[in-house]
């Protein structure tokens, strides 16, 4: 059985042509389509699918993955496990997933992180009608859209990977507001939310390009969580599934996939 684990929504970097690699279309705020065509800017329109191999997810009090470290520190910061892959065949997220707090909570305290650990290779789908045409994904890439004027034909799904934060001219990208970015981790702030993503390589130690087999994600939380040793029950994850259209105004330029969103909540 396949570990594939559809997050129908949007995965978290930005808008990059190439996902979490084009430092291009960049703003910290980006809003839904509004049925136009959008010029120089982006809006954000639902995924109609998204898949990613999920290897590992994490409740944590500090930062696992500070930047001073180039790999990441579960006991050191005070981490709950949620999920393993080496314990678990599978994981659906195509909803949003309520997962088991352990029987007896290892380390009371303030929970402020959830961090996720994933194969580097995303697929994703998507269309937008902007009131005359559907412009739809195509299987090479998200600046190959088809343009059709029914709704017959479906979205083909695209698969990339993340190469470089800086792109191919190793320029700052916007997204990215730890001075641009490096080449293998961008601290992100978008739509008012904290994230971090990072490079791994098959030995999880911070990685970029073709090197770069796994990926490794975090997200602020808001509210924290509190846990003592007495709590039990769920964490329940909440994410959006979103893609960013570009256009100059009259054609749709490419789809790609959106930084990903997730929310965590404590379920008593």
């Known amino acids: 059985m396949k570990n594939i684990f559809f997050f129908q929504f ?6 990059f ?22 010029k120089n800017n982006p809006c954000l329109i639902k995924a109609i699918t998204y898949k990613v191999n999920i290897i590992r997810i994490d409740l944590c009090q500090t930062n696992p993955f500070p930047s001073f470290r180039s790999s990441s520190d579960y006991i050191g910061a005070k981490c709950i496990n949620l999920f393993d892959k080496k314990k678990y065949r599978s994981f659906d ?5 309520k997962l088991n707090l352990p029987r007896n909570v290892p380390i009371a305290g ?21 009131g005359d045409f559907y412009w739809k994904t195509s299987r090479k890439g998200p600046k190959n859209i ?38 293998s981790r961008c601290e992100l702030k978008y739509n008012g939310f904290n994230m971090t993503g990072i490079g791994l390589g098959s030995d999880f130690i911070e990685e970029y390009g073709n090197g770069a087999k796994y990926m490794f994600y975090m997200s602020d939380l808001e ?31 490419s789809i790609s ?12």
């Open 223 to 253: 509210p924290e969580i509190m846990l003592d040793k007495n709590s039990s029950g769920y964490i329940q994850l909440n994410y959006q599934k979103n893609l960013e259209v570009y256009g100059d105004g009259g054609s749709v330029k």
């Open 10 to 15: 949007i995965l978290l970097i930005p808008s």
């Open 93 to 97: 997220l195509k909803n949003n997933k």
């Open 257 to 268: 996939i959106a930084p990903f969103i997730i929310k965590a909540t404590y379920l008593n």
């Open 146 to 183: 088809i343009k059709e004027k029914n709704n017959a034909g479906k979205a083909y799904e695209f698969t990339t990977k993340l190469q470089n934060w800086r792109g191919k001219e190793n320029t700052n990208n916007k997204y990215c507001s730890n001075n641009g970015g490096t080449k």
């Open 110 to 130: 303030k929970y402020k992180y959830i961090s996720m650990v994933f194969e580097n290779k995303f697929s994703a789908s998507g269309k937008y009608y902007d």
């Open 17 to 38: 042509s190439s996902l979490f690699i084009n430092p291009v279309f960049s703003n910290n705020t980006i809003l839904n389509c509004s049925g136009d065509i959008p």
